[in-house]
């Protein structure tokens, strides 16, 4: 099951062995958030018990040893990615946090009346929101970048809707609905043609292969780190060191100034200290940093075959059951993503009998209720994979669908509001 993995790595995930109503658990909703290590629970307790202490502030030794630590698990993210320098890489909340952030300041800076931002037709709210409430106080204009019947975006296409007045672009890497992979590469490439820079949401992206930031060329790149099997609440901005220098802080406190009187003008901290006033979440920085190494030594080579034997598996497993449909080809490019219907039973019911059975999935419209109207779609069945699912573990979902029936679960809630 795991053949393409150094060793059974299972067992590094306490959560595995749990069950859920007495079935073992079968944890398919990584793309919500992943599973955590046990190098990184051991690194948080050992953060928490051997160097808590504010950071950047005190001229003490525990101060210091956090703050290294912090810094520390910059450089791990700054190697990860590929970026230059450590300064780049801002730590945010997450993904959300880190769009925000940019649309906030670098996009109220470019954007203003009668201008265009483009987006794709596959965004998450969170890389769709922020752009569209800029667009508001703007007076400015949103527009989509067709996805094509693969589910991907064409860079042909994408550079069309990039016209004169288009100030910035922002980009998802891998959908979170399918699994598709966008040729980003390509679509910075044609934006800076254009002069237009390119916020990049790797949500997706990074959990599964190994993101090179100055090889795609991204001006700016966000990532969460909780979906990567580090702790909820960490994410992560990448930004070009011109652009970011350039920025106003997002908000502003304590660890922001230079210094500050109740008159003159105030003086920020260079980045990335000026993107996060406040006190960071150190532990989860370490944190974030102990999974980024527990991928990197599993080897990305392996990581990446894992996945792709696994979803090459569910979508052969489900196209032989009767009333299945999976959505997209997701074995054309696998990242880690299969989404499915069920002729005429809602995803609700579908996710509800899987639940029965201890298997998590994540049903309805996945936060991007724009791509799935354009699909034509109510909902999809997302399966989602990690590094520790297998085989059996489709094979348990494959089985438990063949006795799916309308109604199996009904929900005592009205589907649309939850969907
Ligand atoms: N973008 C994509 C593509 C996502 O899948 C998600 C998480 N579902 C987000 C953004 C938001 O990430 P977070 O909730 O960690 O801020």
Redesign the pocket.
């Given at each position: 099951d795991q053949a393409f993995l150094p060793r059974s790595i299972r067992d590094d995930f306490p959560i595995l062995a749990t069950a859920q109503g007495g079935e073992p658990l079968v944890y398919l909703d990584n793309?919500?958030t992943a599973q955590k290590p046990q190098a990184v629970l051991d690194a948080l307790v050992d953060y928490y018990s051997t160097a808590n202490s504010n950071v950047g502030r005190g001229y003490y030794r525990l101060s210091m040893a956090s703050t290294d630590r912090y810094e520390e698990a910059r450089e791990t993210v700054r190697q990860a990615l590929g970026a230059e320098h450590a300064d780049e890489i801002v730590f945010t909340r997450?993904?959300?946090?880190a769009v925000n952030l940019i649309a906030d300041g670098l996009g109220a800076r470019l954007v203003g009346e009668g201008d265009q931002v483009v987006v794709t037709g596959m965004e998450?709210n969170?890389?769709l929101l922020p752009w569209r409430r800029l667009c508001e106080r703007a007076g400015a204009e949103l527009v989509v970048a067709p996805v094509d019947e693969r589910g991907a975006v064409d860079a042909a296409a994408f550079a069309a809707v990039l016209g004169p007045r288009v100030r910035i672009a922002a980009v998802?890497h891998v959908s979170?609905v399918l699994g598709t992979v966008n040729p980003v590469r390509e679509m910075i490439a044609e934006a800076h043609r254009r002069g237009v820079p390119v916020v990049v949401?790797g949500?997706?992206a990074v959990p599964h292969a190994p993101v090179d930031v100055r090889g795609l060329d991204a001006d700016l790149y966000c990532f969460?780190g909780?979906?990567a099997y580090g702790p909820m609440g960490t994410?992560v901005l990448y930004g070009k060191r011109d652009l970011l220098a350039e920025l106003p802080p997002y908000q502003v406190g304590g660890g922001t100034v230079k210094g500050v009187s109740h008159t003159e003008p105030v003086r920020y901290v260079p980045v990335p200290a000026r993107f996060e006033a406040g006190t960071p979440n150190v532990a989860g920085a370490v944190g974030l940093a102990a999974a980024l190494r527990y991928v990197r030594d599993l080897g990305w080579d392996a990581v990446r075959r894992h996945d792709e034997a696994l979803v090459r598996h569910a979508v052969e497993s489900l196209r032989q059951i009767d009333g299945v449909r999976v959505v997209g080809d997701p074995a054309a490019a696998p990242s880690g993503i299969v989404s499915f219907v069920v002729d005429g039973i809602h995803p609700y019911d579908v996710g509800g009998h899987l639940d029965r059975h201890g298997v998590a999935v994540r049903s309805g419209v996945h936060?991007a209720s724009t791509f799935l109207d354009e699909m034509g779609l109510l909902g999809t069945v997302r399966m989602s994979f990690a590094v520790y699912n297998t085989a059996d573990e489709i094979d348990v979902v494959a089985d438990a669908l063949r006795s799916v029936r309308p109604g199996s679960w009904t929900t005592d809630h009205p589907t649309t509001r939850f969907l």
């Amino acid at each position: 099951d795991q053949a393409f993995l150094p060793r059974s790595i299972r067992d590094d995930f306490p959560i595995l062995a749990t069950a859920q109503g007495g079935e073992p658990l079968v944890y398919l909703d990584n793309a919500a958030t992943a599973q955590k290590p046990q190098a990184v629970l051991d690194a948080l307790v050992d953060y928490y018990s051997t160097a808590n202490s504010n950071v950047g502030r005190g001229y003490y030794r525990l101060s210091m040893a956090s703050t290294d630590r912090y810094e520390e698990a910059r450089e791990t993210v700054r190697q990860a990615l590929g970026a230059e320098h450590a300064d780049e890489i801002v730590f945010t909340r997450g993904t959300t946090d880190a769009v925000n952030l940019i649309a906030d300041g670098l996009g109220a800076r470019l954007v203003g009346e009668g201008d265009q931002v483009v987006v794709t037709g596959m965004e998450h709210n969170s890389n769709l929101l922020p752009w569209r409430r800029l667009c508001e106080r703007a007076g400015a204009e949103l527009v989509v970048a067709p996805v094509d019947e693969r589910g991907a975006v064409d860079a042909a296409a994408f550079a069309a809707v990039l016209g004169p007045r288009v100030r910035i672009a922002a980009v998802a890497h891998v959908s979170n609905v399918l699994g598709t992979v966008n040729p980003v590469r390509e679509m910075i490439a044609e934006a800076h043609r254009r002069g237009v820079p390119v916020v990049v949401d790797g949500a997706q992206a990074v959990p599964h292969a190994p993101v090179d930031v100055r090889g795609l060329d991204a001006d700016l790149y966000c990532f969460s780190g909780h979906k990567a099997y580090g702790p909820m609440g960490t994410g992560v901005l990448y930004g070009k060191r011109d652009l970011l220098a350039e920025l106003p802080p997002y908000q502003v406190g304590g660890g922001t100034v230079k210094g500050v009187s109740h008159t003159e003008p105030v003086r920020y901290v260079p980045v990335p200290a000026r993107f996060e006033a406040g006190t960071p979440n150190v532990a989860g920085a370490v944190g974030l940093a102990a999974a980024l190494r527990y991928v990197r030594d599993l080897g990305w080579d392996a990581v990446r075959r894992h996945d792709e034997a696994l979803v090459r598996h569910a979508v052969e497993s489900l196209r032989q059951i009767d009333g299945v449909r999976v959505v997209g080809d997701p074995a054309a490019a696998p990242s880690g993503i299969v989404s499915f219907v069920v002729d005429g039973i809602h995803p609700y019911d579908v996710g509800g009998h899987l639940d029965r059975h201890g298997v998590a999935v994540r049903s309805g419209v996945h936060c991007a209720s724009t791509f799935l109207d354009e699909m034509g779609l109510l909902g999809t069945v997302r399966m989602s994979f990690a590094v520790y699912n297998t085989a059996d573990e489709i094979d348990v979902v494959a089985d438990a669908l063949r006795s799916v029936r309308p109604g199996s679960w009904t929900t005592d809630h009205p589907t649309t509001r939850f969907l």
